[in-house]
């Protein structure tokens, strides 16, 4: 992709999946005035910000009027997509904010490949044994793209996908600004406890 230099001004910032952190913007405005900024920010073609948002936020910062940018020309679900795994890759998050983030991800990747939800891969997996559609190409089952797009393991995507899939909203709103919400172990209790008992989980 061609790298250009945009006007801040230009940008258009849509609602975030994480607020910034003030101390991260800190720590890349020291990095970019020293550095410069080594990774592009990412906009559609009409100047919504995709990815980079803690990179932007550091040049506004630092008094850049400008800032290198790549132009991606994305589907609303792919512009979610790409800030997911940006924040995969390079935020500091909690497990619980992982564990969303990973059954966000996964929302969204079967639905821009159906053909690649386990029961689709399955079937497509008899047939070729059977000698039908043998040459058919199909995107990747979730767990492994997603390893190989954020270096975790399948395991680890497994495991915190049933984190964010089975503790209720409501109770991960409460665990989220608690030490919990950085304890694999305390998560997955919770995670298999009864729905019922998921309720009445008291961080206390």
Known sequence: MKTIEL???EIVIKDRKRKLDP????????????LGMLHPIGVRPDKTLVFGYHRLAAANQLGWKTVPAVIVDTSELET??????ENLIRAELTILERAEHLA??????????????????QALSTNRKLGYNAGATV???????????TGLTQRTIRRDIQIATRILPEVRDVLRNTELADSTRDLLRIARLEPELGHNVSTN
């Open 23 to 34: 101390e991260k913007v800190k720590e890349l405005s020291e990095s970019i005035a020293q």
């Open 80 to 85: 979610e997509l790409a800030e997911i795994d």
């Open 104 to 121: 966000r991800r996964k929302e969204i990747y079967e639905t821009l490949h159906p053909e690649a939800k386990d029961k689709v891969l």
């Open 7 to 9: 006007p801040i001004s």
């Open 139 to 149: 995107a990747p089952a979730f767990t492994e793209d997603t390893a190989q797009k």
